[in-house]
Nanobody, 120 residues
Framework: QVQLAESGGGSVQAGGSLTLSCTAS????????VGWFRQAPGKEREGVAA????????FTRDFVEGRFTISRDAAKNTVYLQMNSLKPEDTATYYC?????????????WGQGTQVTVSS
């Protein structure tokens, strides 16, 4: 099973930006979808954005559309989540995941997660 390692979380003020990285243990071209999910305290985990590989077809949820952008660097086996105009409600643990179909089949492979905290 592909191993996933997230990085880039942190604390920012509302309106700020962060970029999350997810590095996979094999070429992302060999993975159908790589995506970002998040879970806030007391809430269910939800999908945020996904990218298909190859082809780079993007799937972005309405509640982050226009603020978050998913991309990948195939040479680095890395998928990014650029998060702009962050809001306090974006505070959550963000997980990279594979082995899913956006947004119909839940992932069965997860990274360890990275915390994002947005203060007002």
């Amino acid at each position: 099973q592909v191993q996933l390692a997230e990085s880039g979380g942190g604390s920012v003020q509302a309106g700020g930006s962060l970029t999350l990285s997810c590095t996979a243990s094999l070429e992302t071209d060999k993975i159908n979808y790589v995506g970002w999910f998040r879970q806030a305290p007391g809430k269910e985990r939800e999908g945020v954005a996904a990218i298909s590989t190859p082809g780079d077809l993007r799937f972005t949820r309405d509640f982050v559309e226009g603020r978050f952008t998913i991309s990948r660097d195939a040479a680095k086996n890395t998928v990014y989540l650029q998060m702009n105009s962050l809001k306090p409600e974006d505070t959550a643990t963000y997980y990279c995941a594979t082995d899913f179909i956006p947004w119909y089949k839940e992932p069965s492979n997860w990274g360890q997660g990275t915390q994002v905290t947005v203060s007002s």
